[in-house]
């Protein structure tokens, strides 16, 4: 059947190759910016944080750049794997006195061939 | 070490009916949020709980309520469902109520009919 709401911007790569996943944030105000997974049926899983002082920050596998002046986040896997496919998300993290939430962007759905 | 559980993993409703979800953080966690994920879609923040009170809350209509326990578990509850309110439905803990390490459980999928 149709699959109402599922418009994810889509990224399709080869196994071994780097994807690099792009997400645009609104508020400055973010103290902390998260990538997650999401493969189907779970919730999201954190991947990689970075705060919003820094504009590059380097985990296993996976790079997280931030540029404040055009409010832009990126993830970058390097050698990508099938394992590797499912919904990425980007949040940021708006702290205030009371306590914090996480605002979601839309999502990319990876796909890696093998 | 277990993680964000949540229950039950499924439910079907009817609408002008009621739910109640629940959630138990992870351990050494006392903070807990609530998101409600339609299909295609980010997660949308609903509220947070820490110590036992609502902290935050995000654009939800009042029929979206909670609670927190002393041991930290969470209920979610909605009333007088809609066709909308069909979700996921995501609980996240995390050790501090103002830090942005959260932990999400696998969701309860809820299908309004």
């Known amino acids: 059947g149709e699959s109402v709401g599922l418009h994810l911007p889509t990224l399709s790569v080869q196994e071994g190759d780097n994807s690099i996943i792009n997400c645009a944030y609104s508020?400055?105000?973010?103290?902390?910016f998260i990538w997650y997974k999401q493969e189907s049926g779970k919730g999201p899983q954190f991947i990689i944080d970075i705060r919003s002082n820094m504009d590059k920050r380097q985990g296993q596998r996976v790079t997280v750049l931030l540029n404040k002046t055009v409010k832009h986040l990126s993830l970058q896997i390097a050698a990508t794997q099938p394992g590797d496919s499912a919904v990425y998300f980007c949040?940021?993290?708006?702290?205030?006195?009371?306590?914090?939430?996480?605002?979601f962007g839309e999502g990319t759905q990876l796909t890696v061939n093998p | 070490d277990a993680g964000v559980t949540q229950s039950p993993t499924h439910l079907i409703k009817t609408r002008g009916q009621q739910v109640t979800l629940r959630c138990s953080p992870k351990s050494g966690h006392d903070t807990v949020s609530w998101y409600q994920q339609a299909l295609g879609q980010g997660p949308q923040f609903i509220f947070q709980y820490y110590e036992e009170e609502e902290r935050q809350r995000g654009n939800f209509p009042d029929r979206f309520s909670g609670h927190q326990f002393p041991n930290y578990s969470s209920e979610l509850n909605v009333n007088a469902l809609l066709l909308g309110d069909s979700a996921l439905y995501l609980c996240a803990s995390s050790p501090l109520a103002g830090g942005h390490e959260q932990y999400f459980g696998p969701g309860t999928r809820l299908t309004v009919t």
């Open positions: 508020n400055s105000a973010s103290d902390y």
């Open positions: 949040a940021e993290n708006i702290k205030e006195t009371s306590g914090s939430r996480l605002t």
